[in-house]
């Protein structure tokens, strides 16, 4: 066999053989290469179309519904700032969000409206004898919790107070209800105390208008109202010292000053609070209410 101890001698000339491979039994398979989809079973249903499942940091897919009924759950979100936007799902093209009924997705923050108040109400509405001690004592604060709140019960009834005493403060009005007789000296008083309030009505009408026009936000009701009652109250200690002294005495004319100031004053912090305005557009809102009730009242040149 001489053939055999040729070959023989051939082969120790080469590297080892590697060990031949174990055939594989029937119905088994290799695993895939690394990176490629599984064979189909051999015999068996095809598989199952699979979809590829977002991971936790990568870009998320939309919702997929399988055609076994299967519902595939929503991607997760990354992290904000990841993906370069805060709003993740609105920023990306093929991703949905749920919206409620009413809600503006595209809204950037609170808009101003005209007319509409800039501010819950700060309290419960005050007491009428409560409302005029805080405009004394603490007038910033009731302006600010009466801002929404109409005030026309105190302020009508106050102002025709006002009015009726003011006939008495003025000289030459005083003298005509003094000598006039009774019959002819209610109306007067009468008529003197509807005048007051629609001059209130009037003057506050102007100061709210003024205010809105310098960018104010409040309400026309309260402020017409908190008005009437601040040119009311103010005015009280000088009235009360010209129904007796008369209005040409030297300390009423202080006290007319003096109570002009500080209606300035409370007219300022009424609008300022009112309105949400700084307070020099508050007084100059003011203004005209102010000139007015110098020349009306206080100097009684008109």
């Known amino acids: 066999m001489a053939g055999f101890r040729i070959g023989r001698g051939r082969d120790n000339n080469r590297a080892p053989q590697q060990p031949p491979q174990q055939q594989q039994s029937y119905g088994q398979q290799q695993p895939p290469p690394y990176g490629q989809p599984p064979y189909p079973p051999v015999g068996g249903p095809p598989p199952q179309q699979q979809w590829p499942q977002p991971n936790a940091g990568g870009h998320g897919e939309p919702e997929y519904f399988d055609p076994y009924g299967q519902q595939h759950p929503h991607a997760q979100q990354p992290p904000h700032g990841h993906g370069g936007g805060g709003n993740y799902n609105n920023d990306n093209p093929g991703h949905t ?178 309105h949400d305005l700084p307070w020099p557009k508050a007084l100059g809102a003011s203004a005209i209410q102010l000139i007015a009730l110098l020349s009306i009242i206080k100097l009684g040149t008109i």
């Open 97 to 274: 969000q749920v919206f409620a009924v009413g809600e503006d997705p595209y809204s950037q923050g609170a808009t101003y409206h005209a007319g509409a108040a800039a501010a819950a109400p700060t309290g419960p509405r005050l007491p009428w004898k409560e409302l005029l001690r805080g405009i004394v004592t603490r007038p910033g604060q009731t302006f600010l919790q009466m801002r929404d709140y109409p005030v026309w019960g105190p302020a009508l009834i106050v102002t025709f107070l006002y009015g009726l005493l003011a006939v008495f403060g003025l000289d030459d009005a005083r003298k005509d209800v003094i000598n006039a007789t009774l019959s002819k000296a209610v109306p007067i008083v009468l008529s003197a105390g509807a005048a007051f309030v629609i001059c209130g009505l009037l003057l506050g009408a102007v100061t709210h208008t003024l205010a809105r026009q310098m960018g104010g936000d409040g309400s026309w009701q309260p402020t017409v109202g908190l008005s009437m009652l601040v040119m009311s109250i103010t005015d009280a200690p000088r009235l009360l010292f010209a129904v007796f002294l008369g209005g040409d005495n030297m300390i009423v004319q202080v006290l007319g000053w003096a109570t002009w100031v500080a209606a300035g004053a409370l007219f300022t912090s009424l609008v300022s609070k009112s």
